[in-house]
């Protein structure tokens, strides 16, 4: 039994993800680039961005991936904006910076989808800019990069979240930029490429979040690009589409994976089409939708949405020798355990890495009925230590 869930877990993760392929689904509602955009608990969200008429929008949907349909949610309470960026951090939104029509923005906003609200948070000490990095880890959010008023920044500051405040960070250690690309990863930062001028960028650098130091790691071994978009997903950062080395459109909308632990890159099926400049995406339940963008070989927005199949959460390397079943699987709620040996506690993970469930104690049952539709990743341990972990269908 031992020896068959390691081999099914190996299977899941070796499977070659160049056979999958892109699937197209319901073009979003109004055509636009640079939106922000997320997904959290099934749900995806778009918000702010550049429209058909070349303007900063406050409009905001949201998207059903079971009824593919889009949803108006009203107008974001902040300044009309676009070039903005946002992330999720356990279970919430995050969007600020920017550009309205007469200013660069500094501003933070936190959405939390179960009372449709928005938060104003503290506002950067730093200048306004425009399509900077923007990524969260160990409750911070971390800002850097983007242009402004003082052209093109290489200054980075962390936002506390729990003191509500900011602070200034080491800047990174290469030259300022814009419509760079970045992730978190094993919670640690990663960012590069981008451009200045005409200068498109190839470097790729990590930031250790725990000593705020910088270390340049291996150019991206494909073409220089700025202007794409990107995602954290299973431990595993991802690249999409953007802008070429001469700042106009590739022949395919390329898409990588970059894995940490080695420094290296896969090249996974491109996107259909030529590729976007300013697309957005976000990842609900194991997959990524590709959102917008402009394409500019006929200089016109992107309506078109497609997903894609992302590898499991399920990693090889932390699958231990003690199996254990969850059942029934896929489960509409009640669940049973059936396990060797004993634990105290069930956690459930989703797609996007965030802890969503957890029971303590003993127990041989559990109701997961509050959960929303998906795939999580299970995990047993007994005293802190993990004992095996398996990917659970909730309907």
Not at 314 to 319: G, I, N, Q, R, Y
Request: with cysteine; glycine share 10%.
């Amino acid at each position: 039994m031992r020896f068959l869930l390691i081999l099914l877990t190996g299977l899941t993760i070796l499977s070659p993800l160049q056979a999958q392929q892109w699937t197209k689904m319901a073009n979003i509602p109004q055509g636009r680039h640079h939106p922000v955009t997320w997904g959290i608990n099934g749900v995806g969200y778009m918000v702010t961005g550049t429209n058909a008429q070349n303007n900063p929008t406050k409009t905001f949907y949201t998207y059903n991936p079971q009824t593919d349909r889009w949803n108006y949610e009203g107008l974001f309470p902040g300044t009309e904006r676009s070039f903005a960026i946002g992330t999720v951090y356990k279970g919430k939104g995050y969007l600020g910076f920017g550009a309205s029509q007469t200013r660069y923005l500094n501003d933070l906003w936190e959405h939390d989808p179960p009372t449709d609200s928005w938060n104003q948070l503290a506002s950067c000490p730093c200048a306004g800019r425009r399509h900077p990095s923007f990524v969260a880890s160990n409750d911070a959010i971390y800002v850097g990069l983007g242009d402004g008023a003082q052209g093109n920044y290489d200054d980075w500051w962390k936002y506390d979240m729990k003191a509500d405040s900011w602070r200034s960070i080491p800047d990174l250690p290469g030259a300022g930029r814009h419509h760079p690309f970045q992730f978190v990863v094993n919670g640690q930062v990663y960012a590069g490429m981008g451009h200045a001028g005409q200068v498109i960028f190839d470097d790729w650098y990590r930031l250790d979040t725990a000593t705020d130091t910088w270390t340049q790691m291996d150019d991206f071994p494909g073409e220089a690009r700025v202007a794409g978009t990107q995602f954290n997903h299973a431990q595993q950062g991802y690249v999409l589409s953007g802008d070429g080395d001469n700042h106009s459109y590739m022949s395919t909308g390329e898409f990588w994976r970059y894995n940490d632990s080695t420094d290296t890159w896969t090249q996974l099926t491109a996107h259909p089409g030529v590729s976007r400049w300013a697309p957005g995406s976000f990842v609900l339940n194991d997959e990524v939708y590709l959102i917008g963008g402009l394409n500019r070989q006929t200089r016109s927005l992107a309506s078109s949405i497609y997903k894609y199949p992302l590898p499991s959460t399920v990693s090889l390397k932390e699958t231990t020798q003690e199996p254990f079943t969850l059942y029934p699987n896929p489960t509409q709620g009640s669940m049973t355990i059936q396990a060797e040996r004993k634990f105290d506690a069930l956690t459930l993970i989703n797609s996007t890495g965030v802890k969503v469930f957890q029971k303590k104690g003993t127990f041989t049952k559990v109701d997961l009925g509050s959960l929303s539709p998906g795939i999580y990743l299970a995990q047993l341990r007994y005293q802190g230590t993990l004992l095996g972990q398996q990917r659970i269908l909730k309907r």
